[in-house]
T-cell receptor, first 116, second 112 residues
Framework: DAGVIQSPRHEVTEMGQEVTLRCKPI?????LFWYRQTMMRGLELLIY????????DSGMPEDRFSAKMPNASFSTLKIQPSEPRDSAVYFC??????????????FGSGTRLTVV | QQQVKQSPQSLIVQKGGIPIINCAYE??????FPWYQQFPGKGPALLIA???DVSEKKEGRFTISFNKSAKQFSLHIMDSQPGDSATYFC???????????WGAGTKLIIKP
């Protein structure tokens, strides 16, 4: 199993540009989470999906952020327009519900976003 | 009530020492308490987890101690090594709710 795959690993963009982050969860996991991590705010949950359906998006900071999960193997987080304060590491994580050992989240390696 | 309070924020221990990281919670509906380890440039990874029906769980050099009445749990690392240097997060979730509530993290440095 290749784990949770995120792309790109690094993204540098200019303020006002659209940014799209991508995530491929572990096959068979039915929950997918998007987090943002900064030194100041720690790990913040942005949104999570269950069986491709958004369940809680209350952590999405503004309308500039949107997330989709068109199928069980792919999700995107889009920021349009981007601002310097969006600079952070964005993590995707997935988890299953079938067995006790699957209770843990598996995180991707993250996308480091820098908006200049 | 949904918070998990983690301390200390940072910790420096000599190799071989026993770092202890503490977490406290208020929500009595929490029934799953994992610890995650994060190395620079990587996502957090599940280290060890406990449910409130036991007071202690060990996996290798890592031990969770759980005090249900005090609503506290802690992570101990026996015979700590420089390779254990990382940021550690505690978390909690309610039964049937797969959303984790995270502590703020502890940056641990093990000096050789």
């Amino acid at each position: 199993d290749a784990g949770v795959i995120q792309s790109p690993r690094h993204e540098v963009t200019e303020m006002g540009q659209e940014v799209t982050l991508r995530c491929k969860p572990i096959s068979g996991h039915d929950y997918l989470f998007w987090y943002r991590q900064t030194m100041m705010r720690g790990l913040e949950l942005l949104i999570y999906f269950n069986n491709n359906v958004p369940i809680d998006d209350s952590g999405m900071p503004e309308d500039r952020f949107s997330a989709k999960m068109p199928n069980a193997s792919f999700s995107t987080l889009k920021i349009q327009p981007s601002e310097p304060r969006d600079s952070a590491v964005y993590f995707c994580a997935s988890r299953g519900t079938g067995r006790p050992k699957s209770y843990g989240y598996t995180f991707g390696s993250g996308t480091r976003l820098t908006v200049v | 009530q949904q918070q998990v309070k983690q301390s200390p924020q940072s910790l420096i221990v000599q190799k071989g020492g026993i770092p202890i990281i503490n977490c406290a919670y208020e929500n009595t509906a929490f029934d799953y308490f994992p610890w995650y380890q994060q190395f620079p440039g990587k996502g957090p990874a599940l280290l060890i987890a406990i449910r409130p029906d036991v007071s202690e769980k060990k996996e290798g050099r890592f031990t969770i101690s759980f005090n249900k009445s005090a609503k506290q749990f802690s992570l101990h690392i026996m015979d700590s090594q420089p390779g254990d240097s990382a940021t550690y997060f505690c978390a909690a979730s309610e039964r049937g709710n797969y959303q984790l509530i995270w502590g703020a993290g502890t940056k641990l440095i093990i000096k050789p």
